[in-house]
């Protein structure tokens, strides 16, 4: 049974940060869409993006609720290694602007 799926609007520069306006948010998001978890330095590597940027892009990716970290491992050093997945949400990219007419808008049926 599928489980029920929340529709967030996002609108940068709100509550949602902007976090999906940015390059490397939108390569993590991607990542983890074809990954069912993985590590800061998992991500960093694949992805041969600074660790401190990848950290800083997941904490406003779980700040607009898109990313959860919610698994972890212990390193051999004892620290606490989370493990980040994409959250369960539907998310919709569309012009700003969208007719009536538009079929995007008749599938959606959302209002202008």
């Given at each position: 049974m599928l489980s029920p799926r929340k529709t967030i609007r996002f609108t940068p520069g709100r509550n949602s940060?902007?976090?999906?306006?940015?390059?490397?948010?939108?390569?993590?998001?991607?990542?983890?869409?074809?990954?069912s978890s993985a590590?800061?330095?998992d991500i960093a590597k694949r992805l041969k993006?600074?660790?401190?940027?990848?950290?800083?892009?997941l904490q406003a990716l779980m700040k607009a609720n898109l990313v959860e970290a919610?698994?972890?491992?212990?390193?051999?050093?004892?620290?606490?290694?989370?493990?980040?997945?994409l959250a369960n949400?539907?998310?919709?990219?569309a012009?700003?602007?969208m007719s009536s007419e538009?079929?995007?808008f008749r599938v959606l049926c959302i209002s202008p």
């Amino acid at each position: 049974m599928l489980s029920p799926r929340k529709t967030i609007r996002f609108t940068p520069g709100r509550n949602s940060g902007s976090a999906p306006r940015n390059d490397t948010a939108r390569k993590i998001l991607d990542f983890l869409s074809k990954e069912s978890s993985a590590s800061e330095t998992d991500i960093a590597k694949r992805l041969k993006v600074p660790l401190s940027t990848i950290h800083y892009n997941l904490q406003a990716l779980m700040k607009a609720n898109l990313v959860e970290a919610e698994e972890f491992h212990y390193s051999q050093k004892g620290k606490e290694i989370l493990h980040y997945s994409l959250a369960n949400k539907l998310i919709i990219i569309a012009p700003k602007k969208m007719s009536s007419e538009s079929s995007l808008f008749r599938v959606l049926c959302i209002s202008p």
